[in-house]
């Protein structure tokens, strides 16, 4: 692993930067970022959330991100300015209304800046519970679903996705919960969003370390000149990485920066 050409860093938010046991961003993690960004290191979230909910996580309270990648790649934000957008066609959306009303589960749709959820049941309030994110106010949502979404979220089992997801032509899935998974395009996923900002900056992938923990990370595991996989994280996610550091809650992120000897302490 050559760290001497590391210029930008890419991280997950949850289970990753965000620790969920001590809803907070671990200390280490938050000097190691600091120390990267005084030598010149860009750090960018890189989050299944988008813009608002990343806001509302509070991670952006403890450091300024030089950028963020959000809906699982759909977007990429520098500054004030979205520089990539990558939408769901409206055909699909429509599918997936359809099928939330015929059996009745819970389905979350992101837009750029906000979310909107047709009901609560168990299964949403166990996801988000997992997570300590809240729910919108439900509203019942037209056949014909006329707003621009990014990704969707279904509160499903593994069965009910079975079902489903051959029928969304085009799509995948990555789930996060036992009743919870998101769904995007196929060529839709945060790999997408860093190849935006890489070629905002002119940056190549041997310019690159990203860190992540779940099963929506392994694409830009895979994209990258140094990747990391946390110790709480997933088997999918560890098998695409260069190496597994230590678990969030025992400084994993900032042993990450040591190790490859972008800092040398925390």
């Known amino acids: 692993m050559d760290s001497s050409k590391i210029k930008i860093v890419f991280t997950d938010i949850d289970g990753t930067l965000y620790s969920h046991a001590t809803k907070r961003v671990p200390p280490s993690s938050v000097t190691a970022i600091h120390k990267l960004q ?19 996580s509070g991670v952006m309270d403890y450091f300024h991100p030089d950028g963020l990648v959000t809906m699982n790649g759909s977007n990429a934000i520098i500054g004030n300015n979205i520089i990539y957008r990558y939408p769901i066609p409206s055909e699909i959306v429509d599918k997936m209304v359809m099928f939330a009303k015929r059996l009745k589960f819970g389905l979350t749709l992101i837009e750029e800046n906000e979310g909107h959820i047709n009901l609560i049941d168990e299964r949403v309030i166990h996801a988000h519970e997992t997570f300590g994110t809240r729910f919108p106010q439900p509203r019942t949502y037209p056949d014909h679903y006329d707003r621009t979404v990014y ?116």
Request: charged share 25%; with cysteine.
């Open 38 to 56: 005084a030598k010149g290191i860009k750090v960018f979230l890189c989050s299944g959330r988008n813009y608002y909910l990343i806001r509302k």
């Open 151 to 266: 990704q969707m979220i279904a509160f499903i089992d593994q069965w009910e996705e079975d079902l489903i997801e051959p029928h969304l032509k085009g799509c995948k899935t990555a789930r996060w919960d036992d009743y919870a998974v998101d769904i995007m395009l196929n060529d839709s996923d945060k790999s997408k969003g860093i190849q935006s900002v890489l070629e905002y900056y002119g940056y190549s992938s041997e310019d690159v370390m990203v860190l992540g923990d779940g099963a929506n990370d392994v694409e830009m595991l895979q994209c990258a000149g140094i990747s990391v996989a946390m110790g709480n994280g997933s088997i999918k996610a560890k098998r695409a990485a260069s190496f597994i550091t230590d678990d969030i809650d025992d400084d994993g992120w900032a042993k990450a920066m040591v190790k490859v000897g972008l800092i040398d302490s925390y």
